[in-house]
């Protein structure tokens, strides 16, 4: 996984903007308006932070060297992980894929609804 492989599954997702809100260096991806995945652009290690489950989180971090607590991040709920290639992309795609399922469960039900109709 890269940068770009990153950023192409993300926008895959329904309901899925990328912004720049924090300045040039941090890519945001977003949900119905709602922050699901950071990703710093030119970092010298490849990363991301991702929100996850609580209890999940504490045994990702134990389970693997390249999962620390979220940097500038609540670290009960989110986590940085390092994209060494340690850690196979395809269970890097499904911590992502479950941060994203995280917010969307978290959303009104109006949010909800309108996100049906973009899928």
């Known amino acids: 996984m890269n940068l770009e492989t990153l950023r192409d599954f993300c926008l895959e997702l329904p309901g899925v903007t990328e912004e720049l809100p924090f300045g040039p ?12 995945l950071l990703t710093p652009i030119d970092g010298a290690r490849p990363q991301f932070n991702a929100k996850c489950d609580p209890e999940k ?13 979220g940097y500038h991040m609540n670290k009960k709920h989110w986590n940085t992980v390092y994209i060494t290639g ?16 995280l917010v969307v469960n978290s959303l009104p039900k109006k949010d909800k609804a309108a996100l049906q109709e973009q899928s």
């Open 25 to 36: 260096d941090t890519l945001v991806f977003k949900v119905m308006g709602k922050v699901f």
């Open 57 to 69: 989180a504490e045994e990702l971090r134990e389970k693997f060297s390249d999962v620390l607590p």
């Open 86 to 101: 340690n850690i196979p992309s395809e269970i890097l795609f499904s911590w992502v894929k479950d941060s994203y399922d």
